[in-house]
């Protein structure tokens, strides 16, 4: 097949409401287009409901949706963000896989709350979890978001620093799948892996470990790269044969999701290359 050029600028790493963004599918193609894009992919973190919502609305936008999720993985007892993209978002496999994941999520949050109660934080974890329909991821940035609204704590960000933060006082690790069954998923569903934002993780010798296990790429475009770690984590694909992505990683909670969004994508020889090496 051939894979013809165009010029494009796609967001491949955008949260929607379907896990811990704040707006819905349709409200991010609405900003994807004032921001100029062409093309984004809905990340979800553990989560493919958004993917569907943003294509009934894609033509009317004129913008191409790259199915995608974002899967939190383990990796030797450390967790490794992976981005899959051109995944058969609708494989029943996948869909049984990520809805057990969900539930494991779920349970944290309630090991979470038990710990926040011994800090003086009383937040009902039955009505809390009723707030939210079962075919949303939840995470931590929900319970900081209802620390916010029973007054435990003065806004989203002092949650994390002082009390849910990794490390912190009720903070509860998240159970998550080995990285080698998630990319062996990912391959079998014909899509393509990437390490998201390994600056933020990983020293120089980590991330070619993370490479021996089958990724197929890099995010190399983030918020938390420095133009030093773009043009090194650049050199590492090329040295590798891999692929690159890049995005914004967009949530439009705090202030810098909106300075990033649209600031930082791919353009259509990223594009082309992923499509070239799926067909």
Do not use: W
Not at 70 to 96: C, M, P, R, W
Not at 99 to 112: A, D, F, P, T, Y
Not at 147 to 164: L, T
Request: proline content about 3%.
């Amino acid at each position: 097949m051939t894979v013809t050029r165009k010029n494009i600028k796609a967001d491949l790493h955008i949260h929607s409401n379907f896990s811990d963004g704040k707006y819905s599918p349709l409200e991010l193609l609405q900003k994807a287009k004032e921001a100029g894009f062409s093309a984004i992919s809905i990340t979800d973190h553990d989560n493919i409901n958004g993917i569907e919502a943003a294509l009934q609305h894609s033509d009317e936008y004129g913008i191409e949706i790259i199915p995608g999720i974002e899967f939190s993985t383990d990796y030797n007892g450390k967790e490794v963000h992976i981005l899959a993209y051109f995944i058969d978002y609708k494989n029943q496999a996948l869909i049984e896989f990520i809805e057990n994941i969900r539930k494991s999520r779920v349970e944290r949050l309630r090991q979470m709350i038990k710990r926040l109660s011994q800090l003086n934080c009383i937040i009902n974890a039955e009505k809390f979890l009723g707030k939210y329909s079962s075919n949303i991821t939840l995470g931590r940035p929900h319970l900081a978001l209802e620390m916010v609204s029973v007054k435990f704590v003065k806004n989203y960000v002092d949650a994390f620093i002082r009390f849910i933060g990794d490390g912190k006082p009720a903070y509860v690790k998240k159970p998550n799948p080995d990285i080698k069954t998630v990319l062996n998923i990912i391959a079998e569903l014909g899509g393509l892996s990437f390490i998201a934002h390994p600056g933020k993780y990983f020293k120089n010798t980590q991330i070619q470990e993370i490479i021996e296990c089958g990724v197929d790429g890099i995010e190399v475009m983030h918020p938390s790269h420095s133009y030093t770690d773009i043009n090194y984590f650049q050199k590492v694909a090329a040295q590798n044969f891999m692929l690159e992505s890049g995005g914004s990683d967009f949530h439009g909670i705090v202030k810098n999701d909106f300075e990033n969004f649209g600031n930082f994508y791919v353009t259509d020889r990223e594009i082309v290359n992923m499509k070239r090496r799926l067909y």
